[in-house]
């Protein structure tokens, strides 16, 4: 069995977006699955001391420009949320709720948050928005609102994120596949070289 490619984003990642929207079928051309790992990319960055891209003076005007550049390039619908970034800690363990059951089901909902944060303008660090996206996709709302105060659900949370940090990520995309890191939407291409031939 080939080794999955392990997804590391953070639900408030314009580029952690881009790569959602492309990496099941880039895993499927070579023979690959998934395993997506949701982070805290402001965890992260207490570790790093970076910050949000679009805070940073002189970056953050370009960061926005490519943004919608690379939205058109990759031919996906985007728009800068009126709240951004964000908390995405609900979205987090939203996902943790259900992947260890049903990792399909995680997925799909993953990408239905993305987009209703990043086409749709839905603030996502709000509970009862990622509920109700998960609520749309036929899950029993009130037991996942019940679950995202689970005291079990919130220490998970915690060792993702820290297990990320331990394995170098630090960024969002983060992919890493047979032990090679590629890290951002616009390596993509480059780890599909990677796979049909690595160096």
Do not use: N
């Not at 395993?35 to 402001?42: A, D, E, V, Y």
């Not at 001391?49 to 420009?65: D, N, R, S, W």
């Not at 943004?67 to 970034?85: D, E, N, Q, T, V």
């Amino acid at each position: 069995m080939k080794a999955a490619i392990e997804f590391y984003f953070d639900f408030s990642s314009p580029y952690g977006y881009f790569a959602a929207e492309q990496i099941e079928a880039l895993a499927a051309r070579h023979g690959r699955s998934t395993q997506w790992r949701p982070i805290l990319l402001g965890a992260v960055f207490k570790v790093t001391g970076q910050q949000p891209l679009v805070t940073i003076p002189l970056k953050g005007g370009y960061a926005e420009h490519d943004l919608a550049r690379s939205a058109r390039g990759y031919g996906l619908p985007f728009r800068k949320p009126a709240r951004f970034p964000v908390a995405t800690t609900a979205a987090c363990r939203m996902f943790y709720s259900l992947t260890d059951t049903d990792p399909a089901a995680a997925k799909t909902l993953a990408m239905a948050l993305y987009r209703a944060y990043f086409v749709d303008d839905r603030d996502i660090s709000d509970p009862a928005a990622v509920v109700a996206v998960a609520t749309a996709l036929g899950h029993d709302g009130a037991a996942l609102s019940a679950a995202l105060e689970d005291p079990a659900l919130k220490d998970r949370l915690r060792q993702e994120v820290d297990a990320a940090v331990a394995r170098g990520v630090f960024g969002s995309p983060y992919l890493i596949v047979d032990g090679e890191p590629f890290w951002g939407a616009d390596r993509l291409d480059q780890m599909e070289r990677w796979l049909q031939c690595p160096w």
